[in-house]
């Protein structure tokens, strides 16, 4: 406490001023330094997930860049696919088809697609039970009664066995 002596006029008169005891100071920084702490880490790591994005965004830039700038030195660079589809469709229209093959054989571009009639030849063996007074009678009753759709019906089963297979002639359609 403090003592004041003052003198002033009458109409307020003489005597020692006592002030009021100051409020007590509740000091909270303790409980807000967690807080600041708090909010500091959070700061740093949005910092941090913007720096690797923006980082991200420099390597996919680099990137698009060099795939403008740098040059092509292979025909089957994915760069040239609708190049080559057009050039397709052009040799297909105007009869370069064995122009184009040659071209795109000799810079590693896609070959044309065309259109192949192929004939197989199979062999297969197929079992099927006749009734017959012996075996040759039962193999003519099975040669003269023979079906496709039963070897068909077989096949989509997985019971057919192939036996051997070739590629007996191709020919351009």
């Known amino acids: 406490m403090t003592d004041i002596t003052t003198t002033a006029p009458a109409a307020l008169g003489e005597g020692t001023m006592v002030l009021p005891p100051a409020p007590a100071v509740t000091d909270r920084r303790a409980g807000f330094s967690g807080e600041l702490d708090r909010a500091r880490e959070e700061l740093a790591a949005a910092q941090r997930v913007i720096a690797e994005k923006d980082e991200a965004i420099v390597a996919r830039n680099r990137t698009i860049e060099q795939l403008r700038t740098e040059q092509i030195t292979d025909g089957g660079d994915y760069r040239l696919t609708e190049f080559w589809e057009r050039a397709g469709r052009i040799a297909d229209h105007a009869d370069f088809c064995q122009e184009y093959d040659r071209m795109a054989e000799a810079m590693n571009g896609p070959r044309r697609e065309r259109d192949y009639d192929v004939t ?51 020919e351009e359609s």
């Open 120 to 170: 197989l030849r199979i062999t297969v063996e197929w079992t099927t039970t006749r009734r017959a007074v012996d075996g040759d009678a039962a193999g003519d009753f099975a040669l003269n009664d023979f079906d496709v759709t039963e070897i068909a019906e077989e096949a989509s089963s997985g019971m057919l066995t192939v036996i051997e297979s070739e590629v007996y002639e191709t």
